[in-house]
């Protein structure tokens, strides 16, 4: 069985080396969705694949992206210290912040994170799907685990800015002083 999670985050990039000449040589952004797709061949005590709240942390991630600008590794180096200067959330990403890139990112991060979701209610092997990022209203990119051969990447090749780390910092300790 199959289930969806969608997420939402509104950003900011240039697409280098596409064709679009709008795209590769202005900054524009976009109200981007993200479905996450969870699978297992087994269901949990509550009859669900898994309890949407086990992706808090997927919730989080996705956060991070929200009005930020997401920003190309390989964009020139004056482009870096502008962004940086004038842009509190900044996205360092190890590809393009295409559809695409984002969602072999996505999926990349997404992964790891439900890798490491204790999952304690009888859960069967639940295991991300895909990714799929919508750009407009009428195109997506979609990635799948066997799409991960396309990434040379690691972890710490994606950067968040300080003010988003902060923020989420913050956030993180004001829920548990709430909740504590």
């Not at 952004?29 to 898994?50: A, N, Q, W």
């Not at 942390?57 to 929200?66: G, P, Q, S, T």
């Amino acid at each position: 069985m199959r289930i969806r999670k969608l997420f939402r985050f509104e950003a900011a990039h240039v697409v280098r080396n596409c064709h679009a000449r709008r795209c590769r040589e202005n900054i524009h952004g976009h109200s981007y969705i993200v479905e996450v797709f969870i699978s297992s061949e087994t269901l949990d005590k509550g009859y669900m694949v898994m309890d949407f709240t086990l992706l808090d942390e997927v919730k989080a991630l996705i956060d991070r992206f929200d009005h930020s600008y997401c920003l190309w590794q390989g964009e020139e180096e004056e482009l870096k210290r502008f962004i940086y200067r004038y842009n509190q959330r900044v996205v360092e990403m190890p590809v393009s912040p295409s559809a695409e890139g984002f969602a072999l990112l996505l999926f990349f991060l997404v992964d790891n994170i439900l890798r490491h979701t204790v999952l304690s209610n009888g859960e069967g092997e639940v295991q991300l799907h895909s990714v799929r990022v919508h750009e407009t209203a009428t195109g997506y990119a979609e990635a799948f685990r066997e799409d991960m051969k396309l990434v040379d990447f690691t972890h710490d090749d994606i950067l968040f800015s300080g003010s988003i780390l902060h923020e989420e910092a913050t956030s993180t300790k004001h829920r548990d002083d709430v909740h504590g």
